[in-house]
């Protein structure tokens, strides 16, 4: 049986939809498509499209902000920012979420040149590896970069999809679950297109 991995409140709202790729054994099976708030998920780790200050700001950042508390930001500012491309995980606070991961994704400004591809890999992998570090194996990412930094959708969700891909298929026993958490219609649509090609059961 599937550990659940959102709550049951927020698969009945009509705007948010979840996905799952079709189960069995295979990679298919540790991932998920969710469009909705980040903020929902009662998984171990949410990851944060943050800035280099971890101060928040807008986006996705200021809604887990919003919805951690406080003591969210108190521990952001002990934590003297990160660099482009890294990431630091905090508590979750009033999040149902364990941990928040605080990725800076590369300000792209609408094109992703080798600098913003190789720094928005790197985000899901420093997440990933700070998963496989404290010993978490359920995590939602959003779409990293792709709001206010302007990294272009199409190459930004097939980075996500591949780097999350090769990161199961090399540390098999790490991770249960990757939810895919989109905001935005566009990404949705692109991300369910991606993901079944990407994911693929042979
Ligand atoms: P960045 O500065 O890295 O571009 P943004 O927060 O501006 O980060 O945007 C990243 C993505 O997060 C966008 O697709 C945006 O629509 C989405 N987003 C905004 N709010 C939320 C939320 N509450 N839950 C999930 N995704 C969100």
Not at 52 to 66: R, Y
Not at 101 to 123: F, K, M, Q, W
């Amino acid at each position: 049986n599937k550990i659940p991995t959102w709550r049951d409140e927020s698969r009945s709202n009509d705007k948010e939809e979840g996905e799952h790729m079709p189960t069995g054994e295979g990679l298919s099976d540790k991932v998920s498509l969710y469009k909705g708030d980040i903020t929902v998920l009662e998984v171990d780790a949410i990851v944060n499209a943050a800035n280099s200050s971890l101060l928040g700001g807008g986006g996705v950042d200021g809604c887990i902000h919003k919805a951690a508390g406080p003591c969210l930001y108190d521990e952001c500012h002990s934590l003297n920012g990160c660099d482009t491309g890294k990431a630091k995980i905090t508590c979750g606070y009033d999040l149902p979420a364990k941990y928040v991961i605080h990725t800076v994704g590369p300000v792209a400004r609408g094109h992703a040149g080798p600098t913003e591809i190789s720094d928005l890999t790197s985000c899901y992998q420093n997440c990933l590896r700070l998963m496989k570090e404290h010993r978490l194996s359920t995590v939602a990412f959003p779409c990293i970069s792709t709001g206010i930094y302007g990294f272009p959708n199409e190459p930004a969700a097939e980075i996500a999809l591949k780097t999350v891909k090769s990161w199961i298929e090399e540390n098999p026993d790490t991770i249960t679950r990757v939810i895919f958490c989109v905001f935005l219609e566009t990404d949705f649509a692109i991300y369910k297109k991606k993901m079944s090609a990407i994911f693929q059961d042979n």
